[in-house]
């Protein structure tokens, strides 16, 4: 029983990246009805300039957080002004492709500039463990764990209490009618885009914490997206739930399940648990109902 | 206050839809624009607020002027802030917003948040029901109902002029009555100047003080409301009258045809 509560709670750590990357997800969903492949890259970078300024220069851990979120978010407006307004108007799956496109081109950067090498994050978070009756968990995941819950807390009270918040809630509805009430649109698929580059740098931040930064890691927006999807993609609580119980499901199926099939389970987990949520609940777990009228 | 000078509208390079219109509204006054399906009503409307823009249409020549500036080129959000609140056909609500979330979108251009929570006392004495219902869904309100949320809404942009699309639509008649009640009170207490889109011409033209006749993209008749209501013309057409006591007969009514000599 101990091994298996190990194994959970050391899923719920790897859950709440996923349901950061997933956050970052929906939030573009949320507001633009985008759905984007090009969070991955963004978590990586934020990564990777994270460690630019850390273990690169040597820059204390404020120092480097901040410009690492800076130039994170830079990217991300980039990516909204100059590919995917041009596109405002057009079929969404044009959108969604031109967010493949850019996952691939900024793959060769960051590919190109790690060279197959990989990057390791000087400690900037607390070591050793912390034991409770038999179970051991890292303190620094812990700490990242908490600001994940943190993260989505605030977030969601945006959304919920500020004005841009509700500002986004009303452009993620009608874009037109939002217009008519005098929202500047464009500017909230800016907002949008740079608090998600930021939730990005964050998750990547957290990831980078507890693996290396090589050339796989754009690759857990894979998983973000797979979270998203399930937790219906306008959802953060979905993104939140998902996120963790993908981490869970992973981790304890590995632990009980590679040992009969010889390895490998971790990476096929996400896939089942989505192909099953998708044929039970299409629109995802915690997915919006639309509101019909007769 | 506003001036359509001579305006042509095209959709998509290609329809032809406003083939010169022109109707100003005075400051103050209750405008009426009445005609048929597909008359270019809806389009004057959109040419004005901008929102033209957001369905390919085009103002292709002539201009909009509001309060001295030309408005033809200006971002719906920027027309908003001006002054000139659209109120959209089909009442369009934000639906999983709440009743009192929708009408502070209404109030998303403006930063004075004082004033904002008074104008939202304001909308709520406009409309009690709304009240009541605040922290509903707004997707699941009535036709009625949602009619008065569309109007608070625009009503907390503190427009100078509001534009309202056909409000009367698929409403009972003392529903009607009532929202045009309201809509003179607006008029009168906030001192907005409205523009109506009615095919109800009965009760536009019985608040309104001017009024305009569409058809085909033309403007083909106007004149003040009460003079509009006197016109034999409009008495067939629009109220529906005839000569009352008389026999009508086929030939009546293609006599009728052949008086509507306005159209071209």
């Known amino acids: 029983m101990t091994g298996f509560l190990q194994q959970a709670i050391t899923g719920l750590m790897i859950g709440s990246l996923y349901a950061l990357v997933a956050a970052s997800i929906v939030l573009v969903y949320k507001a633009t009805h985008v759905v984007s492949l090009a969070h991955g890259q963004l978590v990586a970078f934020g990564a990777l300039f994270f460690w630019l300024f850390l273990g690169g220069l040597g820059l204390p851990f404020w120092m480097g957080l901040i410009p690492a979120f800076f130039l994170t978010a830079l990217i991300g407006l980039l990516i909204e002004r100059l590919t995917l307004r041009p596109l405002i108007g057009q079929p969404l799956i044009a959108a969604f492709l031109m967010t493949f496109a850019i996952f691939i081109a900024l793959e060769g950067v960051f590919v190109l500039y790690l060279k197959g090498q990989t990057r390791a994050l000087p400690t900037f978070l607390p070591e050793g463990n912390l034991d409770i009756s038999g179970l051991s968990i ?117 632990a009980y399940l590679d040992p009969i099939v010889g390895g490998g389970v971790k990476d096929v987990v996400g896939y089942v648990v989505l192909l099953l949520v998708l044929l039970i609940k299409p629109y995802g777990l915690f997915g919006l109902v639309r509101i019909e009228r007769i | 206050m506003l001036t359509l000078n001579n305006i042509e509208v095209i959709y998509s390079d290609v329809i032809l839809v406003l083939k010169g219109v022109s109707l100003s509204v005075e400051e103050g006054n209750i405008v009426a624009l009445l005609g048929a399906n597909g008359a270019g009503k809806s389009t004057a409307l959109k040419a004005m607020s901008g929102l033209l823009k957001t369905e390919l249409g085009e103002v292709t020549d002539g201009s909009i002027e509001f309060e001295g500036t030309k408005i033809d080129r200006k971002s719906p959000e920027e027309i908003v802030k001006m002054g000139i609140v659209q109120v959209m056909e089909g009442r369009p609500l934000f639906e999983q917003l709440t009743v009192e979330e929708n009408i502070k979108v209404g109030a998303y251009s403006r930063n004075d948040t004082d004033t904002i929570k008074r104008d939202m006392e304001d909308v709520y004495q406009y409309f009690p029901i709304l009240a009541r219902m605040r922290h509903r869904v707004s997707g699941y309100l009535s036709g009625g109902e949602r009619q008065m949320l569309v109007m608070g809404r625009g009503l907390m942009a503190r427009p100078k002029l509001m534009l309202l699309d056909e409000p009367s639509l698929g409403l009972s008649p003392a529903l009607v009555k009532e929202i045009f009640r309201i809509i003179e009170l607006i008029n009168k207490e906030q001192n907005t100047s409205i523009l109506v889109v009615e095919q109800n011409a009965f009760v536009a033209l019985s608040i309104s003080d001017h009024a305009y006749v569409m058809e085909n993209g033309r403007i083909v008749l106007d004149g003040p409301s009460s003079k509009l209501k006197e016109n034999e013309d409009i008495k067939e057409f629009y109220l529906g009258l005839s000569q009352v006591g008389k026999r009508k007969s086929y030939k009546d009514v293609k006599h009728y045809k052949r008086r509507k000599r306005w159209l071209s």
Request: charge should be neutral.
């Open chain 1, 138 to 254: 890292p303190i620094n995941q812990l700490i990242s764990f908490f600001v994940a819950i943190l993260l989505f807390a605030a977030v969601s009270l945006i959304f919920k209490y500020t004005k841009l918040g509700l500002g986004m809630r009303a452009t993620a509805e009608d874009h037109r009618l939002a217009q008519s009430t005098g929202i500047t649109v464009r500017n909230i698929f800016s907002y949008i885009w740079i608090l998600s580059a930021v939730v990005a740098a964050i998750a990547g931040i957290a990831t980078a914490n507890v693996m290396d930064i090589y050339y796989m890691l754009p690759y857990i927006g894979i998983n973000g997206l797979i979270v998203a999807i399930c937790g219906g993609l306008d959802s953060l609580l979905g993104a939140l739930v998902v996120g963790l119980l993908l981490g869970v499901v992973e981790n304890v199926g590995a």
